[in-house]
Every structure is written in C-alpha cells, then in structure tokens.
C-alpha cells in the first residue's frame, strides 16, 4: 500500500471512529431519514461541516480551540440548553402524540427548521471542536507531508457515515409504520438529546 493511500486509509478510519458514537447528531440524522424529511440537506450539512472542521485542524488551528476555553465554555452552555429543548420537544411527543401526519406516520415538517435544527446540533456542540478540529488535526499533523491525505480520508467517512445514516435510515419505515413505533423513537430520542445536554452544561 502507497503512503498516501495508507495515510487516506488511516484518516478514514480515525474520522469513522470518532463520528459513529451514538449521539445528538446522529440521532436526528436518524430521526429525519426515517421520516425521509430533508435528508439530502440534513446529510449535505453534517458533511460539508465535517469537512470544513477537519480542514481547519489539519490546517493547524486547533491550537487556538484550546486556548478559547472561554468560548467553548459558551457554546457548551448554549448547546446544552438547546439539546434539553429538543429533548423535551421529544418527550411531549411521546406523551401527546398528533397533528398533521406524513405517509410515514409522522408530523409534516419544515425544511428550514431541519436545517436550523441540524446546523445548531453540529455547530453548538463544544466537543465537536475538541474531537475533529484538535484531535484530528493533531493526528495529522504526525503525518507530515500527507497530513491533507489523512484529512480527506476523515472527510470521505464522514460522507459514507452520513449518507449511509440518513438514506439508509428509510430501510426502518416499515417497523416505524404505526404511531406507537414512533413513541418508541421519540422516547429514546429524548433520552439522548437531554443526557447529552446535561452533560454538555456539566461540562461547561
């Protein structure tokens, strides 16, 4: 195997690692696949913020992420916040199911909020920074030279993780079909979301 290649292989195994843990991005990315809402600008965007995060580890900056701890101290309160929201927006559908219904048996929903929705997971999570700015980047940096090589690996999984998440998630439609499967979803996405938020604002 040629340097490069083995260098791409390493960053696509290390990104996977790091992206596959359950966790509130990958639980709404779940979420919208199954309701088929979205999902191309759901996974466009957790793609493309993937890859421009770990461009700017490999680029060097993760430095800086550290010596903000202040600001990762604020978005760490933010986020928290937002993910109890979520997370009890999910409860209350769990115990007050209703309202307009898609063929797949769940509330219509908006492509904006989708968005909002997904760009405030990826983007108010402190430990995202932590994980793919800093730590990627200083496994690249151990590279040397084919550092970009091992950056552009990481990006490609977290393409193949996150389309393979959000289109393949439609595969579940047909255990979701009735409301009381979805009460079930809803439940143990609530469980996660306002876990992951009070840990976020423990941490902070």
Known sequence: MSPALSAAAAGFG?????????GAQNAFVLRQGIRRDAVLAVVGIC????????????GGVGALVVAWPGALSTVGWIGGLFL?????LAARRVLRPGGALTA???PAGSRRRAV????????????????????????????????????LGAALASVCWFAALGFGARLLSRFLARPAA???LD???AATMIALGLTLLAGA
């Open 14 to 22: 290390t990104g996977l690692s790091l992206i596959v843990a359950i």
């Open 104 to 106: 797949e048996g769940e």
């Open 47 to 58: 793609a493309l913020s993937d890859a421009l995060l770990i461009a700017l580890g490999v």
């Open 182 to 184: 979805w009460r079930v």
């Open 187 to 189: 439940a143990v996405v």
């Open 116 to 151: 909002l929705t997904c760009l405030a997971m990826t983007w108010l999570n402190p430990h995202v920074y932590l994980d793919t700015v800093f730590l990627l980047g200083s496994i690249a940096a151990d590279r040397g030279p084919l550092r970009w090589t091992f950056g």
């Open 84 to 88: 109890l929201g979520y997370g009890a």
